[in-house]
């Protein structure tokens, strides 16, 4: 890639829907929904893409939740309300994923039951549904459908 090349080519066409400055994960995936929805899109970063991916905007598309155990509740209600949106909004960009905690011990089952069914009534409205606790028989089974 030619940094000029790429210059002379922007001054050859200067007719843009929409130009979005910056290419962290905020920038990448607005360009990449206004281009889906078919505008002429233009996304400009001074450095690499994802270089300057702020740790922020990363938090909130999955929820936040390791900062439940950390206690910040007011960014995990942020993280997740932006989640929800991002669901109920860019449905075309992104999908939920779930995911499994193992537990070696009746103490980390207790700790991280209490804690996701926390995680789950601070989501509110926009949440995925309710939390799972599964036996390891049970897991096993449902990996293999």
């Not at 207790?110 to 949440?127: E, P, Q, R, V």
Request: hydrophobic letters at 40%; proline letters at 1%; aromatic letters at 8%.
């Amino acid at each position: 890639m030619n940094r000029e090349e790429q210059v002379k080519q922007l001054q050859n066409n200067a007719a843009w829907d929409v130009i979005i400055i910056g290419g962290g994960a905020t920038g990448l995936g607005a360009a990449v929904d206004s281009a889906t929805r078919g505008y002429k899109t233009l996304l400009v970063e001074k450095y690499d893409f994802a270089k300057g991916t702020s740790s922020k905007a990363t938090k909130l598309v999955h929820g936040g939740v390791r900062y439940l155990a950390q206690g910040n509740i007011k960014l995990v209600k942020e993280a997740l309300r932006e989640r929800g949106l991002l669901l109920k909004n860019a449905a075309h960009i992104c999908h939920t994923m779930p995911f499994v905690i193992p537990c070696y011990s009746w103490f980390s089952k207790i700790f991280y039951g209490i804690g996701l069914k926390m995680y789950d009534a601070l989501s509110g409205k926009l949440g995925l549904g309710s939390t799972k606790i599964l036996s390891k028989k049970r897991l096993l089974n449902t990996c293999h459908k």
